[in-house]
C-alpha cells in the first residue's frame, strides 16, 4: 500500500510539471500556484505606510499548504513578512479567511486582498480596492 502511494505521488507531481495551460493569462498561474501549495511572493511596491500589521514596500511570502477550503469556503495560509507592529520577519500560519480558488482573494496577516488576471493586488476586496502591489 505504501507504495502505491508513493508511486501515486510521484506520478501526480510529474504529471503536474508536465500540464501547462495553453494560452493561459497569467493569474491562471497565480491561482495554479496558490491552489497547489506553491509560495506566491506579494510585492506591496504599490502604496505607501501600511494596514494594521502590513508595511508597504515590503515582499511576503505566501502559500496555502494546506491545499482546499475548510468547511466554510476559505483557505487557511501561511506566511513570511514584516510585521510592522513588531518590527521583525515572522512565519505564520492560520489566517482562514481567504480564497484564492474561486473569489481570487489572499490574506496577508489577516488583511484580505484581490488578485487579478494581471497578478495585481488590490486592498480589501470590501475596501477601496485601490492597487498596492503585484504577484511574483
Known sequence: ???ILVWLTVA????????SDAGAKPAKGFKWRLTHQQVVVVSLDRCAGGFG????????????????????????DRMTGLKADTGGIVTVGGYCN??????????????RMTYDAQGRVFDRPD??????????
Open 53 to 76: 500589521t502590513v508595511s508597504c514596500n515590503h515582499d511576503y511570502k505566501l502559500s496555502y499548504p494546506w491545499g482546499g477550503p475548510t468547511i466554510l469556503g476559505f483557505w487557511c
Open 98 to 111: 481567504s480564497n484564492p480558488e474561486t473569489i481570487e482573494t489572499i490574506s496577508l496577516w489577516g488583511r
Open 1 to 3: 500500500m505504501r507504495n
Open 127 to 136: 475596501g477601496d480596492g485601490r492597487l498596492v502591489g503585484h504577484l511574483k
Open 12 to 19: 501526480s507531481a510529474l504529471l503536474g510539471a508536465f500540464v
